[in-house]
């Protein structure tokens, strides 16, 4: 492989593994996809992305549940499992990750700290799983807006990665 971006890794991985990926993104608003896009030949993994910034567009392009949203908030465990659920069901993918969380320079008003974010993987039938299978984890990024931003599309990409190989 004559890349080794961190992104050119998954991508070689997820076809290796004969794996589709689809993404969902709120604060990273396109740059998962755009890594991903950047590697040659990652149109034999990249099914494409659901880039979903409001909570309406959670809701219509992905189904998320207007419940889950109002009880845990658009920055959650939970949203970010529907999310990636959501990605996995519209898009037919193997693999689905989402990115949700708080970027900056202000947060929502849910006392969430700038700098949280959610980063959910659904999957189906991996290993001895019959059906589809999904986990997030939180991070808390630090610096400004881009910072926290570029550092939320590389969390993705490595996490994509630790479950995929």
């Given at each position: 492989?004559?890349?080794?971006?961190p992104?050119?890794v998954?991508v070689?991985?997820?076809?290796?593994?004969?794996?589709?990926?689809?993404v969902a993104?709120?604060?990273?608003?396109?740059?998962?996809?755009d890594?991903?896009?950047?590697?040659?030949?990652?149109?034999r993994?990249?099914?494409?992305?659901?880039?979903?910034?409001?909570?309406?567009?959670?809701?219509?392009?992905?189904?998320v549940?207007p419940?889950?949203i109002?009880?845990?908030?658009?920055?959650s465990?939970?949203?970010?499992?529907?999310?990636?659920?959501?990605?996995?069901?519209?898009?037919?993918?193997?693999?689905?990750?989402?990115?949700t969380?708080?970027?900056?320079?202000?947060g929502?008003?849910?006392?969430?700290?700038?700098?949280?974010?959610?980063?959910?993987?659904?999957?189906?039938?991996?290993?001895?799983?019959?059906?589809?299978?999904?986990?997030?984890?939180?991070?808390?990024?630090?610096?400004?807006?881009?910072?926290?931003r570029?550092?939320?599309?590389?969390?993705?990409?490595?996490?994509l990665?630790?479950r995929?190989?």
């Amino acid at each position: 492989m004559a890349e080794s971006s961190p992104a050119a890794v998954l991508v070689e991985t997820l076809a290796a593994a004969a794996l589709t990926l689809a993404v969902a993104e709120s604060c990273t608003a396109g740059l998962v996809a755009d890594l991903i896009a950047r590697v040659p030949g990652a149109s034999r993994v990249f099914w494409g992305s659901f880039v979903t910034y409001s909570v309406d567009a959670k809701i219509k392009l992905l189904g998320v549940d207007p419940v889950i949203i109002h009880r845990h908030g658009a920055v959650s465990r939970e949203t970010a499992l529907a999310m990636a659920e959501g990605a996995l069901e519209k898009s037919g993918a193997d693999v689905a990750v989402s990115v949700t969380g708080l970027a900056g320079p202000d947060g929502d008003g849910s006392g969430q700290k700038v700098g949280t974010v959610w980063i959910g993987i659904a999957r189906r039938g991996f290993g001895d799983a019959v059906g589809p299978s999904a986990e997030a984890v939180c991070y808390h990024y630090t610096g400004d807006r881009n910072a926290i931003r570029n550092a939320a599309a590389a969390g993705a990409i490595a996490e994509l990665q630790k479950r995929v190989q």
